[in-house]
């Protein structure tokens, strides 16, 4: 089987984001980080439901959306993590984080095996990756909705995602240009000792969403990279590199029957009239079939 790459949700997102295979539904959950927007896509007949999240200020951007045990969405939004109900359409604060950088806002976030939520944050964007440095943390929220800070001094806190086996913990800090790892302690969430196991090369772009495959090996979309890079962990090698027509690779995640669909998020922000001409479908959503691997279930926050 070829690989094959195809454009499957034309409605362009400034930064499109975080994209979630639900199950149930057989729905792709997705924001649009800066177009402050939840949107949930149905690839059986191509309807897409839009909820506007927060009030249109700046930074009070939604970094992620990811679905709830008990119905609905959790979201990290501006400095908040907040409970979505999606029939109502409103939007609840579980807590705040950050209360001392009220120009933060979270970015990236994904559930954890047991149903927490672990979320990062980032200053401000002048322009696309360019901000005050070190400004971010890595948060978690459990099923008690109590908060922990992991670690702060982070860049760009993107992609994430956790072993097959829950003992590892991989993590992007975008400006370190490296995928990184950690012992992972399922019973309480707590990370230690961090090593690197990926260094990207130059052309590779800027690291951001990942996400895992049922061989225990990182899917990874490169901001400015155009593509989406395949490596092995354990190894550190990179093992496949899948191009995209669009620079701005934001995120990934594997969906449809079997998990056997990458789906591929894209941006459009902080590209100019030129380089919106050559890449007509910046900020779309793109399936990539034939890739022969898969993913696994996704998980939903327990509490
Ligand atoms: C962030 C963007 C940032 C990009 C590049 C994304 O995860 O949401 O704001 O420009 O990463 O690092
Ligand atoms: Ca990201």
Not at 135 to 161: A, P, R, W
Not at 244 to 253: D, F, G, I, N
Request: glycine share 10%.
């Amino acid at each position: 089987m070829s690989i094959k790459v195809e454009c499957v949700i034309k409605e362009k997102n400034a930064i499109g984001e975080g994209p979630v295979w639900e199950e149930k539904d057989e729905t792709l959950l997705y924001v649009d980080i800066s177009g402050q927007k939840i949107h949930r896509w149905n690839p059986a007949t191509n309807q897409i439901q839009t909820m506007t999240t927060g009030e249109p200020i700046t930074n009070k951007f939604v970094g992620c959306a990811v679905p709830r045990r008990s119905g609905g969405y959790v979201i990290g939004e501006g400095t908040r993590f907040a409970a979505v109900d999606w029939a109502s359409q409103t939007i609840t604060t579980i807590a705040h984080i950050d209360a001392d950088k009220p120009n933060n806002r979270f970015n990236d976030g994904k559930v954890d095996p047991a149903g927490r939520l672990f979320a990062g944050t980032m200053a401000l964007e002048e322009r696309p990756a360019v901000l005050e440095p070190k400004q971010g943390s890595l948060f978690s929220l459990h099923t008690d909705l109590s908060v922990v800070k992991h670690f702060s001094q982070v860049d760009i806190s993107n992609g994430l995602d956790w072993s097959l086996d829950h003992r590892t913990f991989y993590y992007i800090d975008s400006l370190t240009y490296t995928v990184e790892a950690f012992d992972y302690d399922i019973n309480t969430g707590a990370l230690s000792n961090w090593r690197m196991v990926y260094r990207l090369e130059q052309d590779e772009g800027v690291p951001d969403g990942m996400c895992i495959d049922s061989d225990g090996r990182l899917w990874v979309a490169c901001y400015n990279g155009g593509r989406v890079i395949h490596i092995d962990p354990h190894t550190g090698v990179r093992l496949q590199t899948v191009k995209l027509p669009v620079q701005k690779t934001t995120s990934c995640c594997f969906g449809g029957r079997n998990y056997s669909d990458l789906y591929v998020t894209s941006a459009y922000l902080g590209m100019d009239e030129s380089d919106l001409a050559k890449q007509p479908q910046a900020g779309c959503v793109f399936k990539v079939t034939g890739l022969g691997a898969k993913g696994i279930p996704t998980n939903s926050f327990a509490g």
